[in-house]
């Protein structure tokens, strides 16, 4: 299993993980389309595309090529003082991708990164415009945006970031909305928002949320209008509104944006995860005019921002979406998930299934145990990755309705323990 080329593996910090104790993993040595190939030759379908970014399966030919042909011009070059094609390309892509009105797009090495420059160009914005006390952020209960103390700080305080709470700027949090997307709504789930924001509005320079769709924290799916009345309540008050759509953008959750369910907008938004469709890091936050004209001077600048291969990489992966109906694609996944994973329920550690665009989730009692997960992995033929309280999948859009199936029957595995 663990390839110990010269005793490696006890070297290497995995995520979430023990440096004394490494925990078992695959070496996987090559991957194309729905397939990564593990160390012991067995070919198995990514039920995750390789933590929700490789949305169009593994190493997309074009997106490949494009890393390649940019590799051998430019790899790199500083974006301070000067620029380069690779960057003004996307750019033109993106905006044509991008809603309407958020127009300046600030690269960032990684979601995380993304998210600090969202947070901070609110604080500036908000200082620009002569309210510089509005230097606290409001989140939702159950939300994830990242690793980085920023994120942290308005990641869910009980989640995997609590023990952190001592280094972390105190931001406000308002409970994670009950009424479900697909129920019919409920006036009063918006209370505790409502009354936050009346009440710590003049400290709040933004809001940010992941919108619909709450994916590491909590793996659930709240109601468009929710967005709509936060959307209003912002405007009225003057506070900024980010939507984190790292996991949710290009095309996850059955809309190319999450935020297209509730046709609201917000003042800065984050993009990443799916950018590259899953080869090399690369993520964004976009803000209106309105935003960034303030701004006289951002000030963050990462060393590899923009960098030329991520960027010819982003181009590319961009225009997939143009390529095959990547929209029915998950329409069609959704409806498998839900017929297929509905009858789970009656597995007794089932506590609760949810479907949305291409997103399927078993949340369970229990968690099955990772000796467990890895024979399963090698039995089935399927990469899954249950964590917290959750199996579930996010696969590629190019998942045929074998795959689909295949992957609910291990995940029908994974959670019957
Ligand atoms: C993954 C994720 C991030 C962090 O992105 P990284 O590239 O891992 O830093 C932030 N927000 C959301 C919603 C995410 O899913």
Redesign the pocket.
Known sequence: MTNNLNGAAAHIWKPYASAKNPPSTFNVSRSSGMTVVLDDGVEALDGISSW?CASHGHAPKTVVDAIRQQALKLPHVMFAGLSHEPAEALTQTLLKVLPPGLDKIFYAD????A?ECALKMAIQYQRAVGRPERNRIAALKGG????TIG?MSVSDPDGMHAMFQGLLPRQYFAPQPQCRFGQPWDENDFDAMNALLDERGSELAAVIV?PIFQ??NAMYFYHPEYLRRLREECNKRGILLIF?E??TGFGRTGELWAQNYAGAKPDIM?I??ALTAGTI?L?AAVASSTVADAILAFMHGPTFMANPLACAAAKAAVELLDCYDWRGNVKRIESELKAGLEPFRAIPNVRDVRVLGAVGVLEVKQLPCPDFVMKTVRETGVWLRPYGKFVYTMPPFIASTDDVRRIVAAMGVLADV
Do not use: L, P
Not at 110 to 113: E, H, I, L, P
Not at 144 to 147: A, L, N, R, S, V
């Open positions: 929700w990684s979601g995380s990164v998210v994830y945006h990242g690793d994120a992941e994916g590491a984190d790292i996991a984050c990443g995860k890091t993520a």
